[in-house]
């Protein structure tokens, strides 16, 4: 078997149920089409802003846009509407009704969480966006996420197998250095007789956990 890696970060489509017994659905009970349980390609919900978009001064930035429980979909949904780039991703998890049904339900990966691609100065239009509680700041600044992490993990995930991990900064540290995900440094852990590397988001004190292989990581000291 190979080795997994643990990062702390799909897109989504609408569709049929995937058979009689077993059907991909959203939280709001949609059905999205896609086959296996963690097909990240399928389960990641984005919106890019066209190139003339009000928004589109540069240079843009990645912040955490803080929502209202439940509300990430929706948030993610009123970005698009205004134009406004934005990241959700998104994992499953295989649920079982009482009569035996089992149904494959998409949850966000960072529970409360959608990253936005604005202007600092135009991140008020984030806060007007409805289900939007807040940036994460530091003090009255909202705080940036370094881009490379977002977009590395926006690149990565479709192709591997990833999960929540509880937050994580503790640990052997080791660096991708190969893939998409090549230069993120995370933290090694063993699920059974496998290996993971936990990718941390501190500023929002997140992590995920993906699949990797032993050759495509070395020691990282800082």
């Avoid at 009123?78 to 035996?100: C, D």
């Avoid at 990565?156 to 990833?162: S, V």
């Amino acid at each position: 078997m190979a080795p997994l890696v643990v990062v702390a970060m799909k897109r989504g489509v609408a569709g049929q149920p995937q058979s009689e017994e077993t059907a991909l659905l959203s939280e709001d009970g949609g059905a999205v089409s896609g086959e296996g349980t963690h097909s990240a390609a399928k389960l990641m919900e984005t919106y890019e802003a066209p190139p003339k978009a009000l928004i589109l001064d540069q240079p843009q930035q990645w912040f955490a846009a803080y929502t209202k429980p439940r509300h990430e979909k929706a948030v993610t949904r009123q970005m698009g509407a205004r134009h406004i780039e934005s990241f959700l991703p998104l994992y499953t998890s295989v649920r079982r009704w009482r009569n035996g049904c089992r149904m494959a339900v998409e949850r966000p990966l960072f529970p409360g969480y959608v990253f936005v691609h604005v202007p600092r100065r135009n991140s008020v239009h984030v806060l007007q966006v409805p289900g939007v509680v807040s940036l994460v700041s530091s003090g009255r600044e909202p705080s940036a996420l370094p881009s490379a992490e977002i977009e590395s993990l926006r690149a990565g995930l479709p192709q591997r197998y990833y999960e929540p991990h509880p937050y994580l900064v503790a640990g052997e540290k080791v660096r991708v250095i190969s893939g998409s995900l090549q230069g993120m440094v995370g933290v090694l852990v063993r699920k059974k007789n496998h290996f993971r590397v936990v990718l941390t988001l501190d500023l929002i004190m997140q992590s995920v956990a993906v699949e990797i292989g032993i050759d495509e990581i070395e020691p990282f000291h800082s």
